[in-house]
């Protein structure tokens, strides 16, 4: 895997979340403002997951490409989609938006990462 790209493509998907999310959370939801320094941390938090687990299935055999980080959006989003609700309560537009967030957010990790070049063998 490589760290550098899973870093690049994490702050990318993590911005894009985090700009999401503050639409959500403060125009359509209207969360309280206080917990936003929280979810600017969940928001990167969860760029990073994307884009690790994106870099993780290249290594167990599945091919980069749109399929596989579109995949990975949905399961990291399966995989926070309990801690949103425990933090924010069931909202059906709050699960749909952050559902699209994260299919988003796992295209854009996953167009930018790229594995490092393999080193010539020296022959």
């Keep these: 895997m ?20 503050y639409s959500l959370n403060s125009l359509v939801l209207q969360v309280p403002r206080e917990t936003m320094a929280f979810w600017v941390a969940y928001g990167f938090a969860l760029g990073f997951l994307v884009a690790w687990f994106y870099a993780w299935m290249l290594t167990r055999g599945w091919d980069s490409g749109v399929r596989t980080s579109i995949l990975a959006g949905i399961i990291i989003w399966l995989v926070a989609g309990g801690l ?7 909202h059906v537009i709050g ?7 994260m299919v988003v957010a796992g295209i854009l990790a996953g167009g930018l990462y790229t594995e490092p070049e ?5 022959d």
Excluded at 118 to 122: E, I, V, Y
């Design 118 to 122: 393999a080193l010539p063998s020296g």
């Design 2 to 21: 490589n760290l550098l790209g899973i870093i690049k493509s994490g702050l990318a998907a993590g911005l894009l979340i985090n700009l999401s999310q």
């Design 84 to 90: 949103n609700v425990a933090f924010t309560g069931y």
């Design 95 to 101: 699960v749909v938006w952050t559902l699209a967030d």
